[in-house]
């Protein structure tokens, strides 16, 4: 499983539904959010965006719920 640092957290890959992963958002050691992505499709888009560098504020954690860092 792969991890993202950005200036404002870290994201962290874990499993959850075989090919489906879920990614916690951690600030400060504490997970603060965890996006889980409704299709592999929305999970790919995701992980291209943090391999661009991006941070998740403002996402979506796949719940409707807006990711405050």
């Not at 959850?16 to 888009?45: C, G, R």
């Not at 291209?48 to 403002?58: F, I, Q, R």
Request: aromatic share 8%.
């Amino acid at each position: 499983m792969r991890t993202w640092e950005c200036t404002k957290c870290v994201v962290k890959e874990k499993e959850f539904d075989y090919d489906l992963h879920e990614f916690d958002v951690v600030k400060n050691n504490k997970t603060i959010a965890t996006i889980t992505p409704d299709s592999i499709q929305a999970m790919e888009v995701l992980v291209d965006y943090l391999n661009h560098g991006y941070c998740v504020s403002a996402l979506e954690d796949g719940k409707g719920n807006a990711i405050n860092i």
